[in-house]
């Protein structure tokens, strides 16, 4: 049985893997400034909805498990 701080590491790494495909979903279809830093979305790019809402949703889900386990875990209120 994983111990809490185990647990949460794990919970943690699936949620870095979630932000990372959501951003790599993002490079793929969205071009980038002529720096190379930030999406440019001058040119009104077009992506698929469901997609985009899928990686979101595998993000948020994430998140919200991390969230619930420390507001649980220390009594937070949110």
Known sequence: MLS???MLERELEK???ARDSFLA???THIPKDTKGLNFDFSTQPTIDA???YEHFYKLDY???KIRGFLVGKFGLKA
């Open 25 to 27: 979903y993002l490079d």
């Open 4 to 6: 809490e701080k185990e």
């Open 62 to 64: 994430q998140a919200r």
């Open 50 to 52: 469901l997609s985009v």
């Open 15 to 17: 949620l870095i893997e």
